[in-house]
T-cell receptor, first 110, second 114 residues
């Protein structure tokens, strides 16, 4: 399984754009990049998933360069409610379970 | 609405006792998973199931067991609870084959072993 590396923590202010980068040097051809968000005392929640280039949904954007060895989760105009831990995962096709790292703890200040 | 529930939400037990944590999902998902999360850490996979009568060990399966007798439920049993098993336990489910698919997580069970 591809190992991921992401910053332990980040700080931001309300209204700013936040970019969290994840490194996955050993990503395999069939692997996808997925991000989950976890609030305190809750289970993780799926945010976005992508394979290459750019994916955007109502919550975030995911940027994946051509070599796919890293990816960047972009949260536009964060609010206090975006304070959470964000996990970057690499997973292949099939039914495999997820491998979570330690995640990035994002703290949004007023 | 379809959902995934866990019970109990909080449990205190003594060392050596057998404990069963329940997980129930109403999405009719084939895949179900159990993770544990220790303070300040990510989730680690305990056991998982790809369908009825199918169970598989995860990275931290020692001391735990599961059984899958129907699509909706995957109970997790701690055979003889130990203090090292004090943790928050999350159940998750995802739809069938072909993936990768989004996993839906339950609210968690906080287990304390004294």
């Amino acid at each position: 399984l591809a190992k991921t590396t992401q910053p332990i923590s980040m700080d931001s202010y309300e209204g700013q754009e936040v970019n969290i980068t994840c490194s996955h040097n050993n990503i395999a051809t069939n692997d996808y990049i997925t991000w989950y968000q976890q609030f305190p005392s809750q289970g993780p929640r799926f945010i976005i998933q992508g394979y290459k280039t750019k994916v955007t949904n109502e919550v975030a954007s995911l940027f994946i360069p051509a070599d796919r060895k890293s990816s960047t989760l972009s949260l536009p105009r964060v609010s206090l409610s975006d304070t959470a831990v964000y996990y970057c995962l690499v997973e292949g096709t099939g039914r495999r379970a997820l491998t979570f790292g330690s995640g990035t703890r994002l703290q949004v200040q007023p | 609405d379809a959902e995934i529930t866990q019970s109990p939400r909080h449990k205190i037990t003594e060392t050596g006792r057998q404990v069963t944590l329940a997980c129930h999902q109403t999405w009719n998902h084939n895949n179900m998973f159990w993770y544990r999360q220790d303070l300040g850490h990510g989730l680690r996979l305990i056991h998982y199931s790809y369908g009825v009568q199918d169970t598989n060990k995860g990275e931290v399966s020692d001391g735990y067991s599961v059984s899958r007798s129907n699509t909706e439920d995957l109970p997790l049993t701690l055979e003889s609870a130990a203090s090292s098993q004090t943790s928050v336990y999350f159940c998750a489910s995802s739809v069938g084959t072909g993936g990768p698919y989004e996993q839906y997580f339950g609210p968690g069970t906080r287990l304390t072993v004294t």
